[in-house]
């Protein structure tokens, strides 16, 4: 299993969208269809429609900022260096490590008293401690963020 496995499509896109995002100087907007653009450098594959949930679904979490009309786009909710991969899974993942993952049931009938899921608590806060300490500027200065250039007609 590689690693992203651990993380759905959506977070893929978020992760991606915010460090694209945090490529750019402060002020300066990105417009969906230029994030869509720089996705598809990525995926070929990748769906403008899914893209725009994932914004949508940041902007609303307050991740990603919103500024509307005709020269508008989005801009990071807080500084690159204020938002970690934590905050990103937490949002988009709906992380909840008070909740036993190992239960066969809906509910856990052993909570805080199986060492198992004690264990395998501890352990996953520590991963989740690990993504906090990885923020959106870093990840924004290892990508390229440069589009292709247009060919003119």
Request: proline content about 4%.
């Amino acid at each position: 299993m590689a690693s992203g496995q651990f993380f759905s499509q959506r977070f893929s896109y978020g992760l991606h969208a915010l460090a694209f995002v945090g490529t750019k100087p402060a002020g300066e907007l990105t417009t969906l269809p230029e994030l869509a653009e720089w996705m598809l450098t990525i995926w070929p594959s990748s769906s403008d429609t899914y893209l725009s949930n994932v914004v949508q679904r940041m902007a609303r979490g307050k991740l990603l900022r919103s500024h509307r009309g005709i020269a508008g786009g989005y801009s990071l909710g807080r500084p690159a260096d204020k938002i970690s991969i934590r905050d990103i899974v937490e949002l988009l993942e709906g992380i909840e490590t008070n909740r036993c993952g190992l239960s066969l049931e809906d509910e856990c009938p052993v909570i805080g008293r199986c060492a198992i899921q004690r264990k395998m608590s501890r352990l996953e806060e520590q991963f989740l401690q690990s993504l906090a300490g990885v923020t959106v500027a870093e990840l924004a200065k290892d990508i390229r963020a440069t589009l292709p250039k247009k060919k003119r007609g």
